[in-house]
């Protein structure tokens, strides 16, 4: 009896490794991988007998070879005097029956197996328990569906990014030529500006596997622990090359070593710069790393065969703020022009964008219309800007002060043409911070901007209200940074009691504009009680009636 279940397991197990073999062979990619231009060449001098297109690849078959090139490298149009054969569910049928004469052979013979030793002893069952791994973790490539199509205005990344998408491509070009691709690139820039997303996207146009880390997923409680996940995952991607590591915050990992004793923190960057450092240059594996703090990072990560390429993603520019909203209101009905859009969303980064787009949607909706206006905009601004702010209860006397605050800087902010498109009640800031070098009369500008709601309630009422204070501390912050660090005072290096001379004299020269401009202040201190809003364009008709 035993005999006949032994031979029936040998028959099974015989039958499962025929199957497997003809499996294999049929499943096999003997394709050979070429260039674009290798096989556009092979289609215009009609070498090319056959074409198959499957998901990834579209495959030319010749009369002495067979050839490969990934789908997202060639246009349709190359293959217009062809017949182009779609392979799309064939092959997962075959993994699909492969799988279940798997799983049928391995439940039959664990079933045999229980069979013959249905007790196992205490002391097998420890032994084999101690051998389990403990605490390992099954690190998993993700898909990446990003394109650069889906990202807007970062052609000058692009290019960057181009050649290492053509090596992990083409890696024997590179090699042939004696050149070598950086082992990590490093993506600098300010958060929101789309770092992720343009990892992702090499990770999509290269066809590589893509391994997500944050940063502060490394920094574990346990000291080695961290350097156990480091080589798990360099592991697995040397193991799926060629492929892609993105590292996203890494100055959580890799802020300089000051001295101060870090055991675990400073074991992980080691294991971190060692596992870089075992690159071969036919690994296929290549670093991508994000920060806005480049600035802490300790300088053995950035040296040559490390980090050795740093890309700048800045903030985007007015042009490349249209093509990103561009792409963001594509299945938005609008009726926009959306170089005014890109105009009002100066310090806008990605994200920002993309938030104001959907909250200008969402606001559409609720008011039941049909299409998004730039009124939409308008009134969702700050709230991506600064957050939504309820306006406090104000009494009668309240809200007149409010107005008359509030006209005053609009007024002023208008005349010196700062970057705002319309003015709330509500505003706590007009104008966004902005990072870019600034004149000095740019800068005395934004000062008069913030001292000027105090100057118009003291012209008309002689005081203020406790509102002002973020303003009054603005405007002594940017003259404290005239004085002490940009060298902006009667001399490069000033005294302090220079800041109180700056500030009477920028003051004063409020004063007079608000007095000048005094009929101005009144119709705009009317629309805002009635309306409680009032845009830069109105504000410009009523200076320009005066001037």
């Not at 990619?29 to 290798?38: F, G, H, Q, S």
């Not at 294991?271 to 600035?295: C, H, P, R, W, Y």
């Not at 609008?334 to 100066?346: F, G, P, Q, R, Y």
């Not at 119709?523 to 001037?547: A, H, M, P, Q």
Request: net charge neutral; hydrophobic share 40%.
């Amino acid at each position: 009896m035993l005999e006949s279940k032994t031979n029936r397991i040998a028959l099974y197990v015989s039958a499962f490794v025929v199957v497997a073999l003809i499996l294999f062979a049929a499943l096999r990619d003997n394709a050979d991988p070429i260039t674009l231009k290798e096989a556009t060449k092979l289609l215009n001098e009609h070498h090319v007998t056959s074409v198959i297109a499957t998901k990834e690849y579209v495959y030319l078959k010749t009369s002495d070879n067979f050839y490969k090139i990934a789908s997202s490298q060639v246009n349709p149009k190359m293959f217009i005097d062809y017949k182009v054969e779609i392979q799309t569910g064939s092959s997962i049928i075959i993994y699909i029956l492969f799988l279940i004469l798997f799983l049928g052979l391995g439940t039959l013979l664990y079933r045999w197996w229980q069979k013959r030793e249905p007790y196992p002893s205490t002391h097998n069952l420890s032994q084999s328990s101690s051998l389990l791994p403990q605490n390992s973790s099954n690190i998993e490539p993700i898909k990446s569906d990003v394109t650069f199509d889906d990202i807007g205005g970062i052609s000058d990344v692009k290019i960057e990014l181009e050649e290492i998408i053509d090596f992990m491509k083409n890696p024997k070009r590179y090699k042939n030529f004696g050149a070598r691709m950086p082992r990590g690139v490093l993506l600098v820039g300010p958060p929101g500006v789309g770092k992720t997303m343009i990892a992702k996207a090499v990770a999509h146009e290269a066809g590589a596997p893509f391994y997500y880390q944050s940063g502060a997923s490394f920094v574990q409680i346990y000291v080695g622990m961290g350097a156990k996940r480091v080589h798990e995952l360099f592991s697995a991607a040397k193991k799926n090359s060629p492929s892609i590591i993105f590292i996203d915050e890494i100055d959580a990992v890799g802020k300089k070593r000051d001295g101060q004793r870090n055991d675990e923190r400073e074991a992980t960057l080691n294991q971190l710069l060692t596992e870089m450092d075992g690159f071969e240059g036919s690994s296929g594996v290549i670093v991508l790393a994000a920060t806005n703090k480049i600035d802490v990072l300790d300088s053995a990560l950035l040296r040559a065969g490390r980090f050795d390429r740093r890309i700048f993603v800045e903030l985007p520019t007015k042009k490349e703020r249209e093509s990103i909203l561009s792409k963001y209101l594509q299945k938005v009905p609008h009726e926009l022009d959306v170089k005014a859009v890109a105009n009002m969303t100066v310090g806008f980064n990605g994200a920002a964008l993309a938030a104001l787009v959907n909250e200008a949607a969402l606001l559409s909706l609720r008011e039941n219309d049909f299409q998004v206006t730039i009124e939409h905009f308008h009134q969702v601004k700050d709230k991506v800007m600064f957050g939504k702010k309820k306006l406090k209860m104000l009494s009668d006397e309240q809200k007149k002060y409010r107005i008359t605050y509030q006209s005053g800087k609009v007024l002023s902010a208008t005349y010196f043409d700062l970057p705002f498109e319309k003015l709330m009640l509500s505003n706590e800031k007009l104008t966004p911070n902005v990072d870019e070098p600034l004149i000095k009369h740019e800068l005395e500008s934004r000062i008069k901007m913030h001292l000027a709601g105090i100057v118009a309630c003291s012209i008309k009422y002689n005081e203020h209200s406790s509102s002002a204070k973020d303003d009054l501390d603005e405007a002594k912050e940017l003259i404290e940074k005239m004085i002490n660090k940009y060298g902006m005072g009667s001399s490069l290096i000033s005294s302090q009691a220079e800041e109180e001379v700056i500030m009477n004299r920028l003051y004063g020269e409020c004063t007079v504009l608000l007095e000048k401009m005094s009929h101005v202040m009144q119709s705009i201190e009317k629309i805002l009680y009635e309306r409680e809003s009032i845009t830069k364009s109105e504000v410009k008709k009523l200076i320009n009636e005066v001037l």
